[in-house]
């Protein structure tokens, strides 16, 4: 079954220094999202993108975040100056695109990161 | 302004017996997709079942269905026959709109625990 796939699984990285989180998305799909979990709590909205544009974006994505397709499998997210209260799970996710009722977002199996 | 509101915390229920998960949800839009995701204690998100919101029968998935009930704005999942591996925390979320272009929210969560 095709899956969304991420990687590292987990990333320590220094305070300030940037990282790269990567995802492949299910192949077929159109529409791509970044989420990240603060342990304990919610799953929050980052960034959707479509069409190597970023359709829609949270507060949370502010100017030290971006998004890239380099390629035609990958998706990336960078985050260029991390801070402490940047620890969390990152999960990127994909969607099919169809107008249909059908329209869920499947997950990938997430990138914890923590900032030290 | 999409919202989505899980009131149970913590559940804990017996093996073997049904359960179900509360969950409202307040949008403007006429269209809309309902969604639960599992997440286990290994950390990736599930999804379980969907339901659109012109759909006129309650969603099903095997052991999962989904109790939409549209004039109280209610979406509640129901497990049956629960199992030890239903342990887990479980999202519902909601996307406006029939489109993959706009993001899915979550709500805060349930964590469930099920004793043998």
């Known amino acids: 079954e095709p899956e969304v796939t991420q990687t590292p699984s987990h990333q320590v990285t220094q305070m300030g220094q940037e990282v790269i989180l990567r995802c492949v998305p299910i192949?077929?799909?159109?529409?791509f999202y970044w989420y990240r979990q603060i342990l304990g709590q919610k799953v929050e909205f980052l960034v959707s993108f479509y069409n190597n544009e970023i359709s829609e974006k949270s507060e949370i994505f502010d100017d030290q975040f971006s998004v890239e397709r380099p390629d035609g499998s990958n998706f990336t997210l960078k985050i260029r100056s991390t801070k402490l209260e940047d620890s969390a799970m990152y999960f990127c996710a994909s969607s099919e695109g169809r107008d249909s009722a059908n329209t869920e977002a499947f997950f990938g199996q997430g990138t914890r990161l923590t900032v030290v | 302004a999409q919202k989505i509101t899980q009131t149970q915390p913590g559940m804990f229920v017996q093996e073997k017996e049904a359960v179900t998960l509360d969950c409202t949800y307040d949008t403007s839009d006429p269209s809309y997709g309902l969604f639960w995701y599992k997440q286990p204690s290994s950390g990736e998100m599930i999804f379980l079942i969907y339901?659109?919101?012109?759909?006129?029968q309650n969603a099903t998935e095997g052991r999962y269905s989904l109790n939409f009930q549209k004039a109280r704005k209610s979406a509640n999942l129901v497990i049956s026959a629960s199992q030890l591996g239903d342990s887990a925390m479980y999202f519902c979320?909601?996307?406006?709109?029939?489109?993959?272009?706009?993001?899915?929210?979550f709500g805060s969560g349930t964590r469930l625990s099920i004793r043998p």
């Open positions: 339901q659109g919101s012109y759909d006129q």
């Open positions: 192949s077929n799909h159109l529409y």
């Open positions: 979320a909601m996307r406006d709109g029939y489109s993959s272009a706009s993001k899915i929210i």
